[in-house]
């Protein structure tokens, strides 16, 4: 159980005294949809549910969410580097770090055992967590089923508690991380996806990374979902999630770049989890795309317009 912390003043002093402002970052500004390329953008909204004055945008052309602007990759490696897990912490009243999220993702990687046992077309050799912290989800995997786990990540700290658990280790990030001749049969992105700064370069790797027979796993916060549950889109954007999906854009994302998705996992708390087979890049259907990015943005505006 994650351990309590003093629940002094109200959350928005609790967020004030971490002393963190997002306009005092370096930031860029997102020229185009990392999903369909296109620069159509409607402006959502301007705030996050910390109350930073953060601009969510959302592609009309395909409903990809996008902070726009954006920190830029240097601003978000200081920003997880000492900020993100008291931000976190402040937000929720109680301490958020790498020791208390343990049973949360122990209880997560027994959810995602228990359905991958069920609907992987092979029991895996090999596995490949990108993002996978201080490998709970890999080690959990690896119990299961007897494989040596790998965990691809950029922070070392982390890396070191897998490494304890005698998992391979692997500092870095997807997209510099050159397998050679390699290749896994199980590819894991958990709950990373909304975290990233390039979405499809991030894909891309992960499907080099792929055996020919292999498959891969990606989960995504559907951001309807959580505008459905906060009520308005600001409770539903912060400033550590740069993209927003849902499940017709994960799908997406995953078509563009060579998975079929071949089962699928919908979760209490609004994850969407994919199991998708290697297959050949296929052009996703962009006039249902379009539709449901329209439908969305008329429900933003529906919530905003009934306060």
């Not at 069920?118 to 201080?134: E, K, V, W």
Request: with cysteine.
């Amino acid at each position: 159980m994650a351990t309590e912390a003093p629940r002094t003043g109200d959350r928005a002093a609790r967020i004030a005294a971490v002393g963190f402002e997002p306009r005092e970052q370096e930031s860029e500004p997102v020229e185009r949809c990392n999903l369909c390329g296109s620069a159509h953008k409607v402006r959502a909204s301007d705030r996050d549910r910390y109350g930073y004055a953060v601009a969510l945008s959302v592609c009309a052309h395909c409903g990809l969410g996008f902070l726009d602007p954006r920190m830029t990759p240097e601003s978000y490696g200081a920003f997880y580097d000492g900020t993100y897990r008291p931000l976190v912490s402040a937000y929720h009243g109680r301490r958020i770090d790498a020791e208390t999220i343990q049973e949360e993702q122990h209880q997560y990687a027994a959810q995602i055992v228990e359905w991958a046992a069920a609907a992987l077309p092979r029991p895996p050799a090999s596995l490949i967590d990108i993002g996978g912290s201080t490998g709970v989800i890999a080690g959990a995997f690896q119990s299961a089923f007897g494989l040596r786990a790998t965990v691809l990540d950029p922070a070392p700290e982390e890396l070191a508690v897998a490494a304890a658990a005698g998992m391979e280790t692997v500092a870095g990030f997807a997209e510099d991380y050159d397998p050679g001749a390699r290749r896994f049969d199980l590819v894991l992105l958990c709950q990373t996806i909304d975290h990233l700064l390039d979405v499809r370069s991030t894909l891309a790797a992960m499907r080099r990374m792929v055996a020919d027979e292999g498959v891969a796993f990606v989960d995504v916060l559907d951001i309807g979902f959580m505008l459905r549950r906060r009520g308005q889109i600001e409770g539903a954007v912060k400033v550590d999630h740069p993209f927003y999906l849902t499940r017709a854009t994960g799908r997406a994302f995953l078509e563009q770049a060579g998975f079929a998705v071949v089962a699928e996992r919908m979760s209490g708390d609004g994850h969407w989890g994919f199991l998708a087979r290697a297959e050949q890049p296929a052009e996703p259907d962009w006039p249902s795309l379009a539709r449901g990015a329209d439908e969305f943005l008329q429900d933003v505006w529906a919530r905003r317009a009934g306060d």
